[in-house]
């Protein structure tokens, strides 16, 4: 039922030895599979944490690192919630989804987590959370469940993904800006790959 895997006591870069890039973004189908995926195998905990990545976009180290407190308000999962990256050092909020929020309330029951608790739970005790390696180490069995080539995809992919379909859908990069956190428009531009992407639909669209 907790399927979070334990981390060696000496951890190590998740990507060491493997190859880097630009990580694709989850399609809708995908997202779909991979939650039916979860919820038949009965994973509470990888369900919450995989809804909240793809809703919050967060990176993999904010991400990691909240706790119940950061999203719970009087006893509830709150719809909206704000937190201040590492990265950065400036905050960024971020929709909870209804579905979200009932999978995280559940999982959190679940666990009997406290608001000061880690949202993500390590095992060792020497660790209060889930490591980013970790998070890496589900994110590949989880796309691996669903036929999907885990060395195209990779924690990015789930801070890419709503970003992505939300580009798509408004093409406001400004709204994708904010959600990302990015100080720059042009980091937000060049996190999207939009330019090659646009280009390529309209070659698509360009009959000779």
């Not at 719970?72 to 979200?100: L, S, Y």
């Not at 180490?137 to 796309?143: A, Y």
Request: net charge positive; glycine share 4%; charged share 25%.
């Amino acid at each position: 039922m907790y399927s979070f895997f334990d981390q060696s006591a000496e951890e190590q870069v998740w990507n060491k030895g493997k190859l880097v890039g630009q990580k694709a973004p989850l399609k809708p189908r995908d997202i779909w599979a991979i939650r039916v995926r979860l919820q038949l195998a009965n994973k509470p905990g990888d369900l919450a944490l995989f809804n909240l990545a793809i809703d919050s976009k967060l990176r993999a180290c904010d991400l990691v690192s909240l706790k119940v407190r950061d999203i719970c308000h009087d006893g509830r999962v709150a719809p909206r919630a704000k937190v201040m990256q590492q990265k950065t050092g400036r905050p960024v909020q971020f929709e909870i989804t209804r579905q979200t929020r009932v999978a995280l309330e559940a999982w959190i029951d679940l666990a009997e987590l406290g608001l000061t608790d880690a949202l993500f739970p390590s095992r060792l005790k020497a660790s209060p959370h889930l490591s980013t390696r970790q998070y890496a180490r589900l994110l590949e069995s989880w796309v691996a469940s669903v036929g999907l080539d885990p060395i195209a995809y990779g924690t990015h992919s789930m801070r890419r993904t709503k970003a992505s379909l939300i580009y798509r859908k408004t093409k406001n990069l400004r709204a994708v800006q904010l959600l990302l956190g990015h100080t720059r428009l042009d980091s937000t531009v060049r996190y999207l790959g939009i330019e090659i992407d646009d280009a390529l639909e309209v070659a698509e669209q360009t009959e000779l």
